[in-house]
């Protein structure tokens, strides 16, 4: 049996400017199913900001499982996540040469590398 950690994440993706209504609607009544779906393969502290002067959705989450590739794939199967998606892909664009939405072989959100991190008591 694996040991869970804590793996950081942190994501960016381009709103378009004429669904910011439309999206921040959505998420301030986030699917119950969609929630559920997270939280039971590990993710957890999910965030998304908004940087509207150049439309940048910003996400950070906590990955606390043992398996990340096998949980994305899980996550990626839920039928309730795959409707949620099919509304939010029409409503971003993607960073990542080759992403064809979220779910798919290439990455949707584009990973950022972390270059500084402060540990401390949460």
């Known amino acids: 049996m694996s040991i869970p950690h804590t793996k950081r994440i942190c994501q960016i993706i381009k709103l378009k400017p004429e ?14 199913g969609v929630l559920a779906a997270l ?46 998606w099919a509304l939010t892909d029409g409503m971003q664009e993607s960073f990542v040469e080759g992403a064809q939405g979220s779910g798919g072989k290439v990455s949707w959100w584009l990973d950022l590398e972390e270059v500084f991190r402060l540990e401390g008591q949460t």
């Open 39 to 84: 939280t039971q393969h590990h993710i957890a502290d999910y965030s998304i900001h908004y940087y509207s002067p150049l439309h940048l959705l910003i996400a950070n989450f906590k990955y606390t499982g043992t398996d990340f590739e096998g949980d994305m794939q899980q996550i990626a199967e839920d039928q309730e996540t795959r409707r949620w």
């Open 19 to 32: 669904a910011e209504a439309e999206y921040k609607t959505l998420h301030a009544a986030a699917w119950p």
